[in-house]
T-cell receptor, first 114, second 116 residues
Framework: GDSVTQMEGPVTLSEEAFLTINCTYT??????LFWYVQYPGEGLQLLLK?????DKGSNKGFEATYRKETTSFHLEKGSVQVSDSAVYFC?????????????FGKGTHLIIQP | DAGVIQSPRHEVTEMGQEVTLRCKPI?????LFWYRQTMMRGLELLIY????????DSGMPEDRFSAKMPNASFSTLKIQPSEPRDSAVYFC??????????????FGQGTRLTVV
């Protein structure tokens, strides 16, 4: 079945550092890929998405490129802020594989220190 | 739209009691999902509905769990009887299968359930 693997956390960085959170996937169909963010005590919010190979999703300075050849969707940001501290989830949706709903990675807790 | 609304936000109950979690999806959305989040297992899809009809409940852990969607604007997730291992945050999400972005799901703020 479908699965998402992302780097374990917590990831601790200093403010203005470069961020990469790795994400790889397996899917039977042609999935759409997502990054969701969860701030403390809140639900998940969509951060960015890409629906086909080579698409780049971007939002709030974050970027991720859909790489079919490496089955990856790594999240990057050039200069992180304290307010970026949250849990980040990589996810895929693969209706062509026979199921609705999102398959999530386990989440990466990001901590940004001033 | 106010987004996906879940209630209650927090629930503390004793083992053996019945627990009912509620969800109001975004108006016009025709898919609804229930997820459970724990430290050990992360986010798990429990069940989802399309047009109020349950499509896949293979993620429901046991017969103690049941979910209903009597109409397009309301769903419940019930646990009877509850056990301490059911303690988790339960999320409801909805999406519009008819839109080009149908795969994007919108989440509620979750219900934090503690069974003592």
């Amino acid at each position: 079945g479908d699965s998402v693997t992302q780097m374990e956390g917590p990831v601790t960085l200093s403010e203005e550092a470069f961020l990469t959170i790795n994400c790889t996937y397996t899917a039977t169909g042609y999935p759409s890929l997502f990054w969701y963010v969860q701030y403390p005590g809140e639900g998940l919010q969509l951060l960015l998405k890409a629906t086909k190979a080579d698409d780049k999703g971007s939002n709030k300075g974050f970027e991720a490129t859909y790489r079919k050849e490496t089955t990856s969707f790594h999240l990057e940001k050039g200069s992180v802020q304290v307010s970026d501290s949250a849990v980040y989830f990589c996810a895929l949706s693969d209706p062509g594989g026979g199921a609705d709903g999102l398959t999530f990675g386990k989440g990466t807790h990001l901590i940004i220190q001033p | 739209d106010a987004g996906v609304i879940q209630s209650p936000r927090h629930e503390v109950t004793e083992m053996g009691q019945e627990v009912t979690l509620r969800c109001k999806p975004i108006s016009g959305h025709n898919s609804l999902f229930w997820y459970r989040q724990t430290m050990m297992r992360g986010l798990e899809l429990l069940i989802y509905f399309n047009n109020n009809v349950p499509i896949d409940d293979s993620g429901m852990p046991e017969d103690r769990f049941s979910a209903k969607m009597p109409n397009a604007s309301f769903s419940t997730l019930k646990i009877q009887p509850s056990e301490p291992r059911d303690s988790a945050v339960y999320f409801c999400a909805s999406s519009d299968r008819n839109s080009p972005a149908h795969t994007e799901a919108f989440f509620g703020q979750g219900t934090r359930l503690t069974v003592v």
